[in-house]
């Protein structure tokens, strides 16, 4: 199936307009009449079509929704005016017209597509990794870079607990500290025993939220105790790779007992962060930018300059040498993965 072509930055600039004409933020007698759309929120999306969910007089409904061409992107969260498909004789079918403002969006890089959309709107991003696979505090970082890049709440859960010996759970909780201390909240969960699931609930009622992890972390077991209707296919960690294996292939927005709704997209193994400059990664490190300023060159990396508050930082116990060794692995791979079209700049 061939892509969508990509649209050239003045077809963009075009399509953004004709969006702000349609909204009716343009002169009186450009403005369009959106009376006869219907206003829904993108709850499925997969391939060409999306689900849009919609409280009209028939009470609630889902359209399976086409999108219009000149739409850049429709991601799960995203509040759209729809229209029927007059193509179609089925009533619940339609046709994404536009796509309202977002107060939140999350993307990730695509080596090839660049810049991709994941979810919209959303309040809190959980980040979940388990101890199985091994847990990396590199990739809850790049997590937490990413959440303090789009100002989007992280909350940190860790997964599969009850596979640990008392002593490796304290050493475990031990390490994660450094996240507490800079107040990141912290949850310690197990699908098996339940510990840790009442407080998990309490985190995400009366918000948007997003599951992001590793594949097999356990999200989506996770998902199934919190929201048991779901039915989420579980997946198992590969003996041969030691990587989770994919469960979740199309992103679903989810009503939540606890009044909350809850994003599930698929799951990603690395979250790159190479489409980030280093100001906004050191940015994303909350500990540095008490000390983002004050160093003796401007250019200063942050390593064996001459002059570097950070550095400085570390030597006086003020930043945790661990987040400091892993603020240059992130820059490290950063420089690796960026595609050549990219600047770093």
Known sequence: MAKKPKLTHRQQRQVAANRSKRLGKGPAEE??????????????RFGKHADVEVYDDEGHQIYRCHIRRTIASVVCGDDVLISKDENTSATRQG????????????????YYDGIKPVAANIDQIIIVSAVLPAVSLNIIDRYLVACEHINIHPLIVMNKVELLSSEAEKQLKADLQIYQELGYTTIYTSCKTTVGLDELNTQLSAQTNIFVGQSGVGKSSLINQILPQAHEVVGDVSETSGLGQHTTTAAKLLHLPCGGDLIDSPGVREFGLWHLTQEEVTWGFIEFRQFVGGCK?????????????????????????????????????????RPSYISSN
């Open 297 to 337: 060159f401007r250019d200063c990396k942050h390593l064996n300059d001459p002059g570097c508050m950070i550095r400085k930082a570390v030597e006086n116990g003020e930043i945790n040498q661990t987040r400091f060794d892993s603020y240059h692995k992130i820059l490290a791979t950063m420089e690796e993965q």
């Open 95 to 110: 046709v994404i017209e536009i796509v309202k403002d977002r107060r939140s969006i999350l993307s990730r890089p695509d």
């Open 31 to 44: 403005k369009v009449n959106t009376a006869d759309l219907i206003e829904g929120r993108v709850v499925g």
